[in-house]
Each structure stands twice: as C-alpha cells, then as structure tokens.
T-cell receptor
Framework: GAGVSQSPRYKVAKRGQDVALRCDPISGHVSLFWYQQALGQGPEFLTYFQNEAQLDKSGLPSDRFFAERPEGSVSTLKIQRTQQEDSAVYLC????????????FGQGTRLTVV | RKEVEQDPGPFNVPEGATVAFNCTYSNSASQSFFWYRQDCRKEPKLLMSVYSSGNEDGRFTAQLNRASQYISLLIRDSKLSDSATYLCVVSLGGSQGNLIFGKGTKLSVKP
C-alpha cells in the first residue's frame, strides 16, 4: 500500500522483555516521527529523523528507548526491559519534509506490558 | 504548562449545531499550525492547516491569532460523522520541525 505501515499492530510483552516496533514510511518521505499515545491523551513526541539522521530525540522517556533509521527509510523503535508504564499506542508518521507539510500516520502498534 | 493546550471537552452537540474549539500554544516561535482529527482507535489524520489569514474548508473554519498565540476551529452544521477527537498541532519548523500535539477535544454529535 501507499500509506505508512507499522508492525506488529499489537504486541503483548512481559515486563522486562525487549520489544522492537517497525515503521515503513511512505516512499520518498524525508521526515519520520515516532509518538507515544496513552489512552485518552494526545500523541506525545518521542523522536524524529530527517533521512537517516536523528535530529531530535528529546522526547524519549528513558535510555531504555532507542530508535534508528539506518538507511533513511524503515525505522525501528526499540524498548528494552519494558515496564508497565510503557503500555501505549506507538504511532509512526512520515512527511515529505519536516514541519510545514502534512504528516501521515500509521495505524500504530498497541503495546501492552503485563 | 503544556506547550499546546486545548479545551478538555467532551463536547456533546445535536446535529446541525455550530461548535468551536480553542487552542493556545506557549512557544511564540511556532511557525506551522494544524488541526488533526482522530477517530476512536484510529490514527490521527490532517483535517486542515491553519494560516494567519484564516482559512475555510466547507463547514470548517480555522483561525490563528499569533499575538495571542491562539488557534480556533469552527464547525458549522455539524454531522454525526464529525464525531471524533480534534487535535491542535503546532510546529516550530526548520530543524525543530516535530509536531507538538494537544491532548485533543472529543466531539460527540447526537441525532
């Protein structure tokens, strides 16, 4: 498809387990964003990339969170030693370039840590 | 103080009503402004960009007041299908172009 694709759609992890969430942006989109959305809240910024460069990771809540986009297309958000408070929907978005154009979101990965 | 603040809602209105959402942002350097719509358990989707001169798209009108750091969205003749959460979004642009979202305002349009 032509949209942003995220996998898996749902992930249940035991506390302490490492997880990896994948995002396939729209082809040709330079900017890629990761957001965390808790129930009843707006999306909270985690990090973003321009091509393969991670320009801002100020939103990553701890050093257990790590994101990469090594070839400037697919991105992976990794969470190490998951904790219950990590339970949320993780949204990926891409845009042709940053800031002033429309960002297209994937359907998200719903992570539940038990 | 959150960078982007919105009316908490929920707004429960009858079909055909006019409803207005307000939003304020804290960073005066913000350059780009948007309203996104998010349906229940779905991803956010762009509803409209917001320009300094104000802009209209059918039943939807968005306005920006840079001096007051205030953004609004007006929905006229509301439809059942307008029921969703409306997210106010700002961006600093340039190398700080990440989108900052408000918490969203939930709208429920009743028959």
């Amino acid at each position: 498809g032509a949209g942003v694709s995220q996998s898996p759609r749902y992930k249940v992890a035991k506390r302490g387990q490492d997880v990896a969430l994948r995002c396939d942006p729209i082809s040709g989109h330079v900017s890629l964003f990761w957001y965390q959305q808790a129930l009843g809240q707006g999306p909270e910024f985690l990090t973003y990339f321009q091509n393969e460069a991670q320009l801002d990771k100020s939103g990553l809540p701890s050093d257990r969170f790590f994101a990469e986009r090594p070839e400037g297309s697919v991105s992976t958000l990794k969470i190490q030693r998951t904790q219950q408070e990590d339970s949320a929907v993780y949204l990926c978005a891409s845009s042709f370039w940053q800031g002033s154009t429309e960002a297209f979101f994937g359907q998200g990965t719903r992570l539940t840590v038990v | 103080r959150k960078e982007v603040e919105q009316d908490p809602g929920p707004f429960n209105v009858p079909e055909g009503a006019t409803v207005a959402f307000n939003c304020t942002y804290s960073n005066s350097a913000s350059q780009s402004f948007f309203w996104y719509r998010q349906d229940c358990r779905k991803e956010p989707k762009l509803l409209m960009s917001v320009y300094s001169s104000g802009n209209e798209d059918g039943r939807f009108t968005a306005q920006l007041n840079r001096a007051s750091q205030y953004i609004s969205l007006l929905i006229r003749d509301s439809k059942l299908s307008d029921s969703a959460t409306y997210l106010c979004v700002v961006s600093l642009g340039g190398s700080q172009g990440n989108l900052i979202f408000g918490k969203g305002t939930k709208l429920s349009v009743k028959p």
